[in-house]
């Protein structure tokens, strides 16, 4: 016997679920077909029918049911004898494990044949040994394929078993099917060729397959060529549908940068305005100080005078009178002759001129437009196959406009001169002095700017959705201004730099308040809350990160909160020298005395929320939440004590303790044992004396230096890293910083405003 292997088609439809419904997933049972092509057992099909139709459970397509029913599908008769093999393959009747002879019970022997050894393929009967050799001798079946039956189970003769293979007749059970009705297109065995197909002109099966054969394939090959265009345009919408995430990610971080651009470029103008608004008004009251000083003169002297000469008048005697009276009236008429003039210059009132297209509700700084979208064919890196055509001429329309309006483009040395002249400038108008005419004029000259009323008439002339974008382009470069860079160290060129993004400002002055607040400590407080520490008013204030005042936390009599952390379902505080733990609802839970000899405390929560951390005359002290003292260090170890002074203090997720150390004037970073890990004291401080601390999620410090309005950023470890925020996000004064939920810094300036950044890490 000589083994055949089966070809991969079969063995897949034979080990595959090609043979199972897809609805009850059993194997098929009587398997008919749909128009759309799919099998299913016809006891399934009669489930799904809904009357006269039925929607097909894969494709969803909704089939007409013939009339005579789910019966009256076709029958898949490749299925049927892919199941057959199936069957005789797995094996009939057994005995002992077995399988018995089929011949042996119609020889008048056993009711159950003997063990079977061999298989016919065109009876499709086992046999034993005796039947398979007389199965060669007879003439109806010596040349019947008798194979062994061990191999037959192990697949070699599927194939062959598969050409041997005869479809049965359904009306003629035992009869094979052997002809093709071309007119009904209807599969005859001999006695339906008989009655009532005889006189309907019919082919032998392997004739009408031959005669067909050439249709399908050529069907077949033009379902194959719309396979391969479907292919192709599936390709072509997964790259168009991936180049639009990509260019609609691209175009959001634009919006979110020329909206950070514009907002930073409205702020700077805001501190401006409000410097020169300051100086004037400074200027203006120096003047009427003056001015009131010499009318306070002068009234005294008319007041002494008049008074002199109404006692004389009402208490002399008449010698007395006579003898003044000349000294008298050259005084009162001396005193008339002098009436008082106002100054040279009248007192101008300030006004303020808002540009016209901050008035026109029409004005769309931002327009988003679609173009069409091609499909890409020469393989570009931008993603669309012109796009770096269109961005050069994009820079060139924006270089045009930008020498329209301002004069040429500068080279980068002039920028950073510009720079720093405007840098300097608002540092001095920060600092209450007014900056001269001249100083102005010429900033606006170099920045190639127009007065409101020239911007809106040249604005005004402009028409046309391409021009109002290259205008704002152009508008956007001009105003743009980026954070100095700091000494040493700076990965803000790299785009490894955290970066801030605006979120909103708001003042913390509420109407019961009867000074002005002056915010001494900030934290968060539960989600999306920051805590006000008001000391100026002795309040506890609380607000949401977009401004909205939520109350307050009742604090005890007298007490003027200095810096403030929040807990797990408490509150610490620090006033004057005492430590506070108090419940959201301002009961005090236990308060401890603080050294004397520090003016103020600093307070921060540890990463567990279950301890409080406070600064105490160079000391670290820890309390928990009963109120006792878990540990106490000192920075750097006991050699440190007495040159060390937090006054600033904070908390990392690592677990390590920063702070501001006005004693050394650096930022330490020590962890929990006071191991000193770090340490900055470089340039980057320009001199000044660290201020407030706040640390991100990621262990990313930022330092305020109130001096110079700016929030500078560290790494983990304390090596500066660069600027985070200058005087043109609006800094004025910054006093105190917190992060909230590691995202979000709220910054808190001097005249009791706060201003919410979002920081957005490099990874992000």
């Not at 700084?365 to 961005?391: I, N, V, W, Y």
Request: hydrophobic share 35%.
């Amino acid at each position: 016997m000589v083994s055949q292997g089966s070809s991969p088609s079969l063995l897949e439809a034979l080990s595959s679920d090609f043979l199972a419904c897809k609805i009850c997933l059993e194997q098929l049972r009587v398997p008919k077909t749909l128009p759309c092509l799919h099998t299913y057992c016809q006891a399934c099909l009669a489930q799904l029918a809904e009357g006269s139709h039925l929607r097909c459970p894969e494709c969803r397509e909704v089939v007409q049911v013939p009339p005579g029913g789910v019966a009256a599908f076709k029958t898949n008769f490749f299925v049927n004898g892919l199941l057959d093999l199936v069957t005789a393959r797995a094996g009939g009747d057994l005995r002992a494990g077995k399988p018995a002879c089929a011949l042996c019970p119609l020889m008048g022997g056993t009711s159950t044949g003997g063990p079977a050894t061999a298989r016919c393929l065109d009876c499709a009967d086992d046999l034993c040994q005796a039947c398979a050799d007389g199965h060669r001798c007879t003439r109806q079946t010596h040349a019947h394929r008798v194979v062994d039956l061990v191999g037959y189970r192990a697949g070699w003769y599927d194939e062959e078993a598969r050409e041997r293979q005869a479809a049965q007749c359904p009306q003629h059970p035992g009869e094979a099917l052997r002809f093709l009705c071309q007119p009904c297109s209807q599969l005859l065995c001999r006695e339906c060729r008989l009655d009532p197909h005889l006189d309907h002109p019919c082919l032998p099966l392997a004739e009408a397959v031959q005669a067909r054969r050439p249709g399908l394939e050529e069907l077949l090959a033009g379902v194959d060529n719309n396979l391969a265009e479907l292919e192709a345009a599936r390709a072509v919408e997964k790259e168009m549908l991936a180049r639009l995430r990509e260019q609609a990610a691209r175009v959001g971080m634009q919006v979110e940068e020329a909206a950070e651009r514009v907002l930073r470029a409205l702020l700077a103008q805001k501190q401006e305005v409000l410097g020169q608004l300051r100086a004037h008004v400074e200027a203006a009251e120096e003047a009427a100080r003056g001015r009131l000083a010499e009318l306070e003169s002068r009234e005294q002297v008319a007041r002494t005078a008049a008074t002199f000469a109404r006692r004389v008048l009402s208490l002399g005697r008449e010698a007395e009178i006579l003898s003044l009276e000349g000294a008298i009236s050259q005084r009162l008429q001396q005193l008339q002759g002098c009436p008082w003039t106002p100054g040279p210059a009248p007192c101008l009132l300030p006004q303020l001129e808002l540009h016209p297209r901050l008035l026109d509700k029409n004005c769309h700084l931002l327009e988003l437009s679609f173009e069409e979208q091609q499909p890409q064919k020469d393989g570009g890196k931008d993603g669309t196959g012109t796009q770096g055509d269109d961005a050069t001429q994009g820079q060139g329309e924006d270089q045009a406009e930008t020498e329209k309006k301002g004069g040429g483009v500068q080279s980068q040395s002039e920028d950073v001169t510009k720079f720093q002249k405007e840098e300097k400038a608002q540092i001095q108008r920060e600092d209450g002095a007014q900056t001269p005419k001249e100083d102005r004029a010429q900033i606006q000259r170099e920045n190639g700017a127009q007065t409101p009323r020239e911007d809106g008439e040249a604005h005004c002339q402009r028409s046309g959705r391409s021009n109002r974008r290259r205008r704002f382009k152009g508008r956007l470069k001009s105003i743009s201004r980026e954070p100095s860079p700091a000494p040493g160290s700076n990965l803000e060129g790299s785009g490894l730099l955290p970066k801030p993004m605006f979120s909103c400002s708001f003042p913390t002055r509420m109407p019961g308040d009867k000074w002005s607040p002056r915010i001494t400590g900030l934290c968060p407080f539960g989600p999306q809350e920051i805590l006000v520490a008001d000391e100026q008013n002795k309040v506890l204030k609380r607000f949401s990160l977009n401004g909205d005042y939520k109350g307050t936390v009742p604090i005890p009599d007298g007490c003027s909160p200095c810096s403030v952390a929040a807990l797990q379902g408490a509150v610490a505080f620090s006033a004057g020298s005492r430590l506070y733990l108090i419940s959201p609802d301002g009961e005090v839970q236990w308060r401890r005395a603080l050294s004397h000899s520090q003016a103020s405390h600093a307070v921060a929560a540890l990463p567990s929320r279950d301890r409080v951390a406070v600064s105490v005359s160079g000391f670290v002290e820890v309390y928990n939440m009963e109120g006792s003292l878990a540990t106490r260090f000192v920075p750097g170890g006991k050699a440190s004590r007495g040159l060390r002074a937090l006054v600033f203090l904070a908390t990392s997720p690592q677990g390590n303790f920063v702070g501001s150390d006005w004693q050394q004037n650096s930022l330490v970073v020590c962890d929990g044992l006071g191991q000193v890990i770090g340490e900055y004291s470089g340039p980057g401080l320009h001199g000044c004396q660290p201020g407030s601390v706040s640390v991100d999620k990621k262990g990313y410090i930022f330092l305020t230096l109130r001096e110079i309005n700016k929030v500078v950023v560290l790494d983990p470890k304390g090596s500066l890293l660069g600027d985070f925020l200058t005087a043109y996000h609006g800094l004025e004064k910054p006093r105190v910083t917190t992060m909230v939920d590691g995202r979000y810094l709220a910054v808190s300036l001097s005249n009791g405003t706060i201003h919410i950044f979002r920081v957005r890490s490099f990874d992000s």
